[in-house]
């Protein structure tokens, strides 16, 4: 079978949910007998598991710093279809206590993210035994500060991954740390805050270690 | 084979309690509302600023979502997860915003540096990250859909609002254009194919 010819199997067209394991048994067991005979399908495998790895290393909890818009529940935008109640809903703000997702907790800190109404805080960070956390911390720098002098400065942080600038001219680390309190958090923050060209330091999710990083 | 590091997104909330939420949201429930929202903004979030690498546009985007949600919660009619419904929603808002600016480079770890044996490994994904980058938002979502949220084919069907057979052909086309950008920027895979 030619090269073609194998790319054109209806066979083929199931490679990515044969990666992802959504296939049922039946397609399963058809894909694996494809793939021993279909070259294009095996190298293409291959790729595809690389780029699901990326994306899956890309990952990265980030949770809400603020509660939900008063605007959202602003009577005039809403339009339900004709029957439907109307209510005047105002001030929603939602009840304070920790916004517990099953991988991340979020940390607030410093003016930039205790706006009005930020209400997803919590007192402590997890602890658990000696283990180290993937902490996510943006970083603002001076502007008039070289290139060079900004690279070196995420450098010494040893980060994980570095993803920036944004279209404000902030970084994204990912960190890892082994600090399990706030205390702890925030000494480290502010030692990154002391460093020159840092302008702004802030940690605002934690991602728990990914198994086989 | 691995679990899709997003799976979570469909798989976190009993969809039978969403559904409750959903219909005392239609009745004009905030606090039903606020549930939802408490639950899905972190998913939302996550989920669209791994497309727009921007916080300020994913806040907006996520907010936009929530809104279209709180204003058509009456229209949901059960054919499908309220998960699904819900990422279908972001998938048109999502796909409306970013259409209009180009996607930015999501990572440069070749800003740091990195020990040899690992170089290889971080220069491939440093290419399919950029490789991403260039793929156009709708060949982005299916391949986001597929290979990060894990959905099956009938998912992305239910999200995207088509029939299975073209969500199969969107996926094609979208590993079509990966493909090609790929053998553009010299990727080769780590059988050195």
């Given amino acids: 079978m030619s090269r073609r010819e194998q790319t054109t199997s209806p066979l083929c067209e199931l490679l990515p949910w044969y990666v992802n394991g959504t296939l049922d048994e039946a397609e399963q ?90 209400l997803f805080e919590t007192a402590t960070a997890p602890a658990v035994g000696n283990a180290t956390f993937d902490y996510v911390l943006h970083l603002e720098f001076h502007g008039a ?28 680390l990912i960190v890892r740390l082994p600090a399990q309190s706030m205390d702890e958090l925030e000494a480290f923050r502010r030692r990154v805050e002391a460093r020159e060209p840092v302008s702004r330091a802030e940690i605002i999710a934690i991602e728990l270690p990914i198994e086989g990083r | 084979m691995q679990q899709s590091a997003g799976k979570h997104l469909l798989e976190r909330s009993s969809d039978a309690k969403e559904q409750a939420l959903l219909r005392a949201i239609a ?45 058509s919660a009456d229209k949901f009619q059960g054919a499908s997860k309220v998960s699904t419904w819900i990422l279908g ?48 938002p709708n060949h982005r979502l299916m391949i986001e859909f597929v290979l990060y949220l894990g959905l099956s084919y009938r998912e992305v069907a239910d999200v995207v609002g088509c029939p299975v057979n073209t969500a199969k052909t969107r996926v094609h086309h979208a590993r079509k254009q990966l493909r090609e950008i790929l053998t553009t920027l010299g990727y080769r895979n780590e059988a050195g194919q």
């Avoid at chain 1, 980030?62 to 959202?72: N, S």
């Fill in chain 1, 29 to 118: 067991k058809a894909m694996i007998a494809h793939l021993d005979h279909c070259q294009a399908c095996r190298e293409e495998r291959i790729v595809l598991g690389e780029i699901q790895e990326t994306l899956g290393r890309e990952a990265v909890a980030v949770l809400p710093r603020a509660p939900i818009p008063d605007a959202l529940f602003d009577d005039d935008k809403r339009q339900r279809s004709a029957g439907t109640a109307r209510h005047a809903i105002t001030g929603l703000a939602l009840a304070a206590g920790i916004a517990a997702v099953a991988v991340a907790i979020v940390l607030t800190r410093g003016p930039a993210l205790t706006g009005p109404g930020t």
């Fill in chain 2, 89 to 136: 929603i972001a998938y048109r808002q999502g796909l409306k915003k970013l259409s209009k600016r180009r996607l930015p480079l999501a990572q440069d770890s070749g800003r740091i540096e990195t020990p040899v044996d690992e170089r290889q490994t971080v220069e491939r994904r440093d290419l399919i990250v950029k490789a991403l980058s260039r793929l156009t």
């Fill in chain 2, 27 to 71: 009745r004009g429930s905030r606090d039903a509302m606020a549930e939802l929202y408490r639950n899905y903004y972190p998913r939302l979030f996550r989920f669209l600023h791994r497309l727009s690498h921007d916080y300020s546009l994913t806040e907006e985007l996520v907010n936009d979502v929530m809104l279209v949600v709180w204003q």
């Fill in chain 1, 145 to 172: 500060r070289s290139a060079e002098e900004r690279d070196a400065t995420i450098r010494a942080l040893n980060p994980e991954s570095v993803a920036g600038p944004d279209r404000n001219g902030s970084y994204r």
